[in-house]
């Protein structure tokens, strides 16, 4: 088995990891599955030979792989896991209605009690619908305003993700033309480029879609400017176009009451919610002003799982632990040390990188990195140490990151930013 460190001088083998049981694997998978991990969850798309591939269990902010090795994680499955793995109070709920059962003919009695909590929670929206992943619902979104408006065009940010369905996919193998071409594009934080984009598609558009920060991979991390939400803002309502907010991966991690354009000042139409929500639970939401209410209900939309009682069960006690046990300023003060932390670090061993993002959602880039041959060795050495960073994709805090946790993965960091340093 490769081993990161084995590529720098000067590094220590002691306490590298080692990962045969995964790889093993990882080789059976391919036979099995195409790629045997796809998409994103591939090490392939993070630090192939260094990242685990296979996870056995995890706990608080630790995952465990198939050969043993723990790690501290700052990825929380690609942002579901926002109380930590294995919550108690969650996996209660989920234990508890799984013995009543998880899943039935007609919807759990559960179903209700979510969704007068979420409608209760939030008085910018009026109803909710459910989904498992996040592509249901920012397509049933996209759905719900091409029906109101009886207009086709949708108008996205270039570089965005909005999920895999074939309007939004990226690449578009597979999708006939015809599907992408009812969209358009303008450029983030561009407030000139919106309303060019308005203008190019005047009387054609049905909904704008935004996440409420710039969070595209391989990219530093941008806060919206206000003149470029007030742009999207206005035109959409000047042109009786909805405005949707995607904020399926910020969810939960930029504002106290889960929604995050109540901390831009925006005042959308639609919100997609997933990830958070559930806690890992397969479970996302769209939230609805009652201008839609009609349209969102003469659709057909439907799916074997969407009535699934036990991640609503789940969802439940996710919303009562964030709020009793002040998840939200406990991720936001975690984000806060790992940033001061890993700009320290960065300084102290000369590494020359870019830490952006909010606290509880940072994306560490290297200068000059273009192919991020930098970032994969940083990446690769603290997962060989026990932490795992993704070299391309933002990081996300969890409220079971302890400053101890922390502490820890900052150490591991400036030992990583020297081997690159050393090796560059
Ligand atoms: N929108 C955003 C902003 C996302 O980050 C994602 C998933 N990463 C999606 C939509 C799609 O969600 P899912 O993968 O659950 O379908």
């Not at 002691?14 to 049981?21: A, D, G, K, W």
């Not at 270039?158 to 033309?177: I, M, N, T």
């Not at 975690?334 to 061993?349: F, K, S």
């Not at 952006?356 to 930098?374: E, I, S, V």
Request: charged share 20%; aromatic share 10%; with cysteine.
């Amino acid at each position: 088995m490769r081993h990161a460190g084995d590529r720098y001088a000067g590094c220590t083998l002691s306490h590298v990891t080692v990962l045969t049981e995964s790889y093993e694997m990882f080789a059976r998978a391919e036979r099995v599955i195409p790629g045997g991990i796809f998409g994103t969850r591939s090490p392939r798309f993070s630090s192939f030979g260094d990242f685990p591939a296979f996870i056995r269990s995890a706990r608080g902010s630790r995952i465990t792989d198939v050969d043993g090795n723990e790690y501290i994680d700052f990825m929380c499955g690609f942002g579901p896991i926002v109380l930590g793995y294995n919550h108690l109070a969650v996996q209660e709920a989920v234990r508890g209605q799984e013995e009543r059962g998880g899943s039935f003919t007609f919807p759990g009695d559960v179903t209700l009690e979510l969704a007068e909590t979420l409608v209760a929670r939030w008085d910018w929206g009026d109803w909710v619908m459910f989904g498992k992943n996040g592509s249901d619902v920012t397509t049933l979104s996209t759905r719900i305003a091409r029906a109101h408006t009886g207009r086709m065009k949708l108008l996205v940010a270039a570089g965005a993700y909005h999920g895999f369905d074939p309007w939004s996919v990226p690449g578009g193998q597979g999708v006939p033309p015809a599907h992408r071409s009812e969209r358009d594009e303008f450029t983030w934080n561009d407030a000139g480029s919106v309303h060019a984009c308005f203008d190019r598609n005047e009387g054609d558009v049905a909904a704008v879609m935004l996440c409420p920060i710039r969070h595209d991979a391989m990219h530093d991390i941008e806060l919206p400017a206000a003149e470029f939400l007030a742009a999207v803002q206005q035109r959409a309502e000047a042109a009786g176009a909805l405005l949707i907010v995607d904020d399926i991966r910020c969810g939960f991690r930029l504002h106290p009451s889960g929604a995050s354009h109540l901390r831009f000042g925006l005042r959308p139409d639609l919100v997609c919610f997933g990830k958070a929500i559930g806690n890992g639970q397969p479970l996302s939401l769209l939230v609805g002003k009652e201008a839609l209410r009609a349209t969102a209900q003469s659709l057909y939309y439907t799916g074997t799982h969407f009535f699934a009682a036990t991640p609503m069960a789940a969802a439940l006690a996710v919303l009562r632990a964030y709020d009793g046990e002040g998840a939200y300023e406990a991720m936001q003060s975690a984000g806060a040390m790992l940033r001061d932390g890993i700009l320290a670090a960065a300084r102290r061993a000369g590494a020359c990188v870019r830490f952006t993002g909010p606290a509880t959602m940072p994306n560490l880039l290297f200068d000059d990195d273009p192919k991020l041959k930098r970032g994969r060795a940083f990446a690769a050495a603290a997962a060989q140490r026990g932490v795992i960073f993704h070299p391309r994709h933002n990081w996300f805090l969890s409220s079971a990151h302890t400053p101890e946790d922390i502490a820890q993965a900052v150490a591991v960091a400036e030992e990583c930013f020297r081997l690159v340093v050393a090796g560059t």
